[in-house]
């Protein structure tokens, strides 16, 4: 192959990104046109904090799925993957939950307390350094599971 394979799963990486960028003036567009043409669709506003916290939300998405695409193969990846965003459009509501028994807990009023107390840019900054841990250590694993595998 003309490609070694870790060049292969950081390409996969980096068209995270890259497909972000093209799907958010493809949004603007249709946005633009739905309200141009009057159609009775409501078009949420996009902001620069909706596109980060999109771009974040897709980047824990694939860093989760990438490595199970790379171990597994799409076949098993593609079934894990509708699993993984219905897991995570419903376990938003378990997280709550579960975060609602913490708040008894002093060391997570602590961290809770710390975190709301911080700016929006920190925060964001946080959440993006999350992220970014996320996809490395995703990256990292992918590489292995890829070199690994036997075809």
């Given at each position: 192959?003309?490609?070694?394979?870790?060049?292969?799963?950081?390409?996969?990486?980096?068209?995270?990104?890259?497909?972000?960028?093209?799907?958010?003036?493809?949004?603007?567009?249709?946005?633009?046109?739905?309200?141009?043409?009057?159609?009775?669709?409501?078009?949420?506003?996009?902001?620069?904090?909706?596109?980060?916290?999109?771009?974040?939300?897709?980047?824990?998405?694939?860093?989760?799925?990438?490595?199970?695409?790379?171990?597994?193969?799409?076949?098993?990846?593609?079934?894990?993957?509708?699993?993984?965003?219905?897991g995570?459009?419903?376990g938003i509501?378990?997280?709550?939950?579960?975060?609602e028994?913490l708040?008894?807990?002093?060391?997570?009023?602590?961290?809770?307390?710390?975190?709301?107390?911080?700016s929006d840019?920190?925060?964001?900054?946080?959440?993006?350094?999350?992220?970014?841990?996320?996809?490395?250590?995703?990256?990292?694993l992918?590489?292995?599971?890829?070199?690994?595998?036997?075809?």
């Amino acid at each position: 192959m003309p490609l070694r394979r870790h060049e292969i799963v950081l390409a996969k990486y980096l068209s995270i990104f890259v497909y972000s960028a093209i799907g958010i003036p493809i949004y603007l567009l249709v946005a633009a046109a739905t309200k141009v043409l009057g159609f009775s669709i409501h078009v949420y506003p996009i902001n620069f904090k909706a596109v980060i916290y999109g771009i974040l939300a897709v980047s824990f998405l694939n860093g989760i799925y990438l490595p199970l695409m790379f171990k597994f193969g799409h076949g098993f990846s593609g079934i894990m993957y509708i699993i993984l965003i219905f897991g995570f459009s419903y376990g938003i509501s378990y997280i709550i939950r579960l975060f609602e028994k913490l708040v008894n807990y002093d060391w997570f009023q602590n961290i809770v307390s710390f975190i709301m107390n911080q700016s929006d840019t920190v925060k964001m900054l946080f959440i993006i350094a999350l992220a970014l841990i996320v996809l490395t250590v995703s990256c990292l694993l992918s590489v292995k599971f890829y070199e690994n595998r036997e075809f």
